[in-house]
């Protein structure tokens, strides 16, 4: 495969570092992108510098976890949730790129349904992108969120769990509570998060599960008892 490279610094096999960084043309980062596909590699594309991380175990299974806590709660509340994964958004004119950890449309969710393929400038960015910094890469990534248009980004770094709200000045702003997913606080998410270094995934998920179920029986109860009052 023939890449379109303008200069790189001395790279070595991905096993043996984190990351490596390259400069390279926008149509260098899309061949380097196929070639890498299957690989378990996360690429960050910022106006020419191009970005190759390897993906720890810990990420792995933070990102997986957070993950299934969406998933659970949009279960129990029925509500419609199109997950995108780590799908690659990536737009030639911004000349930026990147894959979130995980993504997923909920207030766009009809929008998306049944879709196989993302196409830039027609379908709409993911209401909410995951994005695990348990290991901390050399570029930006916000600013490329920012870019795309995704309104919301859930950031962890392995210890502090973080909401942050596009706002209208297109900068990232740190908020209680989350916009796609308003009933649940922030501090909720964090307190069975740090769960996960005592108990087995699925015991967490099902603590969170719980959780949510009783939140749906108090919210139930108290509007009976505003029922009851008005009579």
């Given at each position: 495969?023939?890449?379109?490279?303008?200069s790189?610094a001395?790279?070595?096999?991905l096993?043996?570092q984190?990351?490596?960084?390259?400069?390279?043309?926008?149509?260098?980062?899309?061949?380097?992108?196929?070639y890498?596909r299957?690989?378990?590699?996360?690429?960050?594309?910022?106006?020419?510098?191009?970005?190759?991380?390897?993906?720890?175990?810990?990420?792995e299974?933070?990102?997986?976890?957070?993950?299934?806590?969406?998933?659970?709660?949009?279960?129990?509340?029925?509500?419609?949730?199109?997950?995108?994964?780590?799908?690659?958004?990536?737009?030639?004119?911004?000349n930026?790129?990147?894959?979130a950890?995980?993504?997923?449309?909920?207030?766009?969710?009809?929008?998306?349904?049944?879709?196989?393929?993302?196409k830039?400038?027609?379908d709409?960015?993911?209401?909410?992108?995951l994005?695990?910094?348990?290991?901390?890469?050399?570029?930006?990534?916000?600013?490329?969120?920012?870019a795309?248009?995704?309104?919301e980004?859930?950031?962890?770094?392995g210890?502090?769990?973080?909401?942050?709200?596009?706002?209208?000045?297109?900068?990232?702003?740190?908020?209680?509570?989350?916009?796609?997913?308003?009933?649940?606080?922030?501090?909720?998410l964090?307190?069975?998060l740090?769960?996960r270094?005592?108990l087995s995934?699925?015991?967490?998920?099902?603590?969170?599960?719980?959780?949510?179920?009783q939140?749906?029986?108090?919210d139930w109860?108290a509007?009976?008892?505003?029922?009851?009052?008005?009579?």
């Amino acid at each position: 495969m023939e890449v379109n490279v303008m200069s790189s610094a001395p790279a070595l096999p991905l096993e043996q570092q984190q990351h490596i960084i390259l400069n390279v043309t926008w149509d260098g980062y899309v061949g380097i992108g196929e070639y890498l596909r299957d690989q378990p590699v996360r690429m960050t594309y910022d106006q020419g510098a191009l970005e190759i991380m390897t993906l720890s175990l810990e990420h792995e299974k933070v990102k997986t976890l957070i993950g299934r806590m969406i998933e659970t709660l949009t279960l129990e509340l029925d509500i419609e949730c199109q997950s995108g994964g780590s799908t690659t958004f990536a737009r030639k004119r911004l000349n930026r790129g990147l894959e979130a950890d995980e993504c997923y449309w909920i207030q766009h969710e009809e929008e998306m349904r049944g879709k196989t393929a993302f196409k830039p400038g027609i379908d709409p960015p993911p209401d909410l992108a995951l994005e695990v910094e348990i290991s901390r890469g050399v570029l930006k990534r916000l600013g490329i969120y920012a870019a795309l248009g995704v309104p919301e980004v859930w950031r962890y770094d392995g210890e502090t769990f973080e909401v942050l709200v596009l706002g209208p000045d297109g900068q990232y702003q740190s908020s209680a509570t989350s916009q796609a997913l308003p009933m649940i606080p922030v501090a909720e998410l964090a307190r069975f998060l740090d769960l996960r270094q005592t108990l087995s995934e699925m015991q967490v998920v099902r603590r969170f599960r719980d959780w949510v179920r009783q939140q749906q029986a108090a919210d139930w109860g108290a509007k009976k008892s505003r029922g009851r009052k008005k009579k």
